[in-house]
């Protein structure tokens, strides 16, 4: 299956850089290697924007953060909550359990969120290195 790399999508789900699409966010892409989570290149490695626009930039993907995990939440419990039929505590628990297990990606997203909605996408940025890696 072909992706359109031009997509803010693909942006989104690969954590590339929003400005070219190709350098990555992180400089491991495991999430879950929680000794590298916030670990992120100063500036793209492709085309050299700064990740770390300003001090204390990120803190704004907090509310990227809990944007993310109150729209998973009510998402899971009402889903889990149709198809079990269980009780309200079990589905809070279980959501509790979840949101703990998905913390390094609800991390990341947000911050890879975040930087999309303050960094924009650079077409003719982004057809020069797309066209220089097919060479
Ligand atoms: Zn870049």
Redesign the pocket.
């Known amino acids: 299956m072909s992706q359109n790399k031009a997509s803010h999508w693909y942006a989104f789900t690969h954590a ?8 990555n966010m992180f400089i491991n892409k495991n999430p879950y290697a929680l000794n590298d989570l916030s670990k992120m290149p100063t500036h ?6 700064s990740f770390f626009p300003e001090t204390g930039f990120y803190w704004g993907s907090m509310y990227m953060s809990y944007m993310i995990t109150v729209l998973f939440s009510a998402i899971s419990v009402v889903i889990l909550g149709l198809i079990s039929g269980w009780q309200i505590y079990v589905l809070v628990i279980g959501n509790t359990i979840l949101l703990i297990l998905g913390f390094p990606v609800f991390f990341r997203y947000a911050r890879v969120v975040w930087l999309q909605l303050n960094v924009p996408f650079n077409k003719e ?1 982004f057809i020069k290195y797309e066209t220089s890696t097919k060479t």
Do not use: T, Y
């Not at 590339?16 to 350098?23: A, E, R, T």
């Open positions: 590339k850089c929003p400005h070219c699409h190709h350098g793209c490695p492709v085309c050299g924007i940025l």
